[in-house]
């Protein structure tokens, strides 16, 4: 991803010391560009449960990159005791974050693959190390690959249009979500730069306004035009012809291709369906969650603290302040996530290709998990 011009992952290890992992606090964005240094699991645990980072690959990225530095400050007396803390490291990270699935499964894979490659402690710690730096070089290819399969879509589009290619987004799946590149940003980065027109519908996502401070900050970095909306437009927008397409991300994809994303994404998916609109979900492999099927009555639904929605966070004279909304007796439920069905999604963008929204368009792609 571009930064000013310079090229940045979202974590990473510290250069010149790797006991440090670091990442870009998302935060302050779009005012401000803060680089934070992370040097315990539990710091790491949270920066995930506080939404420093956020998104499904980064999430998963960060769980790994957790679990190493768990592995740097668990005990070395023996590995049976090393192990013991790594899986109390790795409970506490999954509990942070529960819809995404990107995270259990980073915490069970670093388990597994220390478990079955390490004999002691150090050993764990550099397979730990080499595990997570995987897992995040896995999340950036596949992004690169979901660029590809997905530009293709658009570039049908505008063979048919002839003219500027209107895509509708929700909430950030871009680069700041994943490790490199994002899922539904991917598709758009490559389309521009095999010279496709294209223009961006910004929803602002609230209550965290994840669209209007973070996708439009990466869209202004990498030069693509778009337009913020309030959240309640895009059917109007559908209605009159204004959206070709829309791509989101997603937080959890079950094998029958229900999809848990960042509230609000299924009313877009039906006003999509309504209006004849092709809805699609970009997303890596890892958030698939092949143990279960109906995602409306088996996805657990994050719940998070009602200060989200009651306040606002913005610039004012030059400083960054957070405002009340709403009076403060008035209670407020915040639902992180919704259920869009299979049904009104158009297909699933995946790093091997575009798969029907079910099982059967799943396993045909991902045939090893027949």
Same mark, same amino acid.
């Given at each position: ?65 957790g679990?190493?530095?768990?592995a ?21 990270l ?15 894979r ?32 596949f ?10 879509i ?15 987004t ?37 209550p965290?306004?994840?669209? =209007?401070?973070? /996708?439009?900050?990466? @869209?202004? $970095?990498? #030069?693509?035009?778009?337009? +913020? !909306? =309030?959240?309640? /437009?895009?059917?109007? @927008?559908? $209605?009159? #012809?204004?959206?070709?397409? +829309? !791509? ?5 994809v ?11 994404t ?17 997303l890596p ?60 999604v ?12 079910s ?12």
């Open positions: 991803m571009n930064v000013g011009g310079e090229h940045y992952r979202t974590i990473w290890l510290k250069p010149g010391d790797d006991r440090v992992v670091q990442i870009i606090d998302q935060r302050p964005l779009p005012h401000e560009f803060v680089i934070e240094d992370l040097a315990s699991s539990d710091a790491m645990a949270r920066a995930i449960k506080e939404m420093h980072l956020r998104g499904a690959g980064l999430i998963g990225a960060a769980a790994g990159w679990m190493y530095l768990a740097l400050e668990a005990p070395q007396s023996s590995f049976e005791t090393f192990m013991a803390y790594l899986h109390a490291a790795g409970d506490k999954k509990q942070t974050r529960p819809t995404a699935v990107n995270l259990e499964w980073a915490v069970d670093q388990q597994r693959e220390i478990a079955s490659r390490a004999q002691t402690p150090a050993e764990g710690v550099q397979v730990a190390r080499d595990t997570a730096q995987a897992i995040a070089d896995e999340d950036a290819e992004c690169r690959r979901i660029g590809e399969h997905g530009a293709r658009i570039e049908e589009i505008y063979e048919k249009k002839g003219e500027t290619v209107n895509i509708l929700h909430c950030n799946a871009g680069w700041l979500a994943f490790v490199d590149y994002g899922t539904a940003t991917a598709p758009m980065y490559e389309a521009q730069k095999r010279g496709v027109p294209i223009h961006v519908w910004v929803d602002e996502t609230r965290r306004n994840q669209g =209007a401070r973070l /996708t439009a900050w990466e @869209l202004v $970095q990498q #030069g693509v035009p778009h337009t +913020v !909306i =309030a959240d309640n /437009t895009g059917g109007h @927008l559908m $209605q009159h #012809g204004l959206v070709d397409m +829309v !791509i989101t991300g997603a937080d959890r079950t094998r029958c291709g229900d999809v848990a994303n960042k509230i609000g299924y009313l877009k998916a039906l006003a999509a369906a309504d209006n004849g609109v092709p809805f699609y979900v970009a492999s890892s958030t698939l969650d092949w143990t279960i099927c109906d995602g409306v009555a088996e996805i657990p639904i994050e719940q998070r603290g009602e200060e989200e929605v009651k306040f606002i966070q913005g610039l004012h004279g030059g400083e960054v302040k957070r405002v009340l909304l709403t009076p403060p007796e008035s209670p407020a439920a915040n639902y992180g996530f919704d259920v869009t069905p299979a049904r009104l158009r297909g699933l963008i995946t790093e091997r290709g575009v798969a029907a929204a099982e059967a368009g799943l396993l045909d792609l991902y045939p090893e998990r027949r």
